[in-house]
């Protein structure tokens, strides 16, 4: 892993980041009151979101969503249980909070792809980097033998001097 791996101050790792602020923020202002919704579709959401969640889950190649996707799944089993109750207005607030963090999720697995192949991208760039640095030496090798071939070929022999005379 090169020093260039940590870099946080990239415009992608920064966009990446203003995005999941974005969707946290979006999460910690759900205060405000939720419209109470039909149960039916509520319901439907639920499983729509519980759908989701297996596919992000098999999605987390890293495991790096986890403990979101854990949270989320939460979530939506109290949202169940309080449709049950008929407090659709609690329901609907975790439904909400649900779905942002579905959408937080995403964002976090697509990061944590893109920066894997960015490290692939750095190690091949590496391993290009050292082979084209091993040519270079390699040439220079063949240059100097040049060179040197070249200094025998110009120095004159013993026997062309001891013939000419």
């Known amino acids: 892993m090169s020093m ?6 990239s415009p992608r790792r920064a966009g990446v980041a203003a995005l999941l602020g974005a969707a946290l923020m979006a999460l910690v202002l759900l205060g405000s009151p939720a419209h109470a919704q039909d149960p039916a ?10 759908l989701k969640l297996a596919d992000l889950e098999k999605a987390d190649e890293d495991k790096g969503a986890i403990k979101e996707l854990k949270s989320t799944q939460l979530w939506l089993n ?12 609690q ?9 942002v963090s579905i959408d937080m999720i995403e964002l976090l697995i697509e990061k944590a792809k893109q920066e894997a192949k960015a ?15 091993e040519a270079k030496i390699k040439l220079e090798q ?13 120095e004159p022999s013993d026997n062309t001097t001891q013939g000419g005379n």
Request: without cysteine; hydrophobic residues 35%; glycine residues 0%.
């Open 41 to 50: 579709q509520m319901k439907q959401k639920i499983q729509s979101f519980t």
């Open 4 to 9: 260039h791996s940590k870099n946080f101050s």
């Open 142 to 154: 063949a240059q100097a033998r040049k060179k040197q071939l070249q200094t025998e070929l110009a």
């Open 119 to 133: 490290e692939e991208r750095e190690s091949a760039a590496v391993k290009e980097e050292q082979a084209a640095n």
């Open 78 to 89: 109290e949202a169940q249980a309080l449709i049950v109750q008929e407090e659709e207005e």
């Open 91 to 99: 329901a609907a607030k975790l439904l909400r909070r649900a779905e």
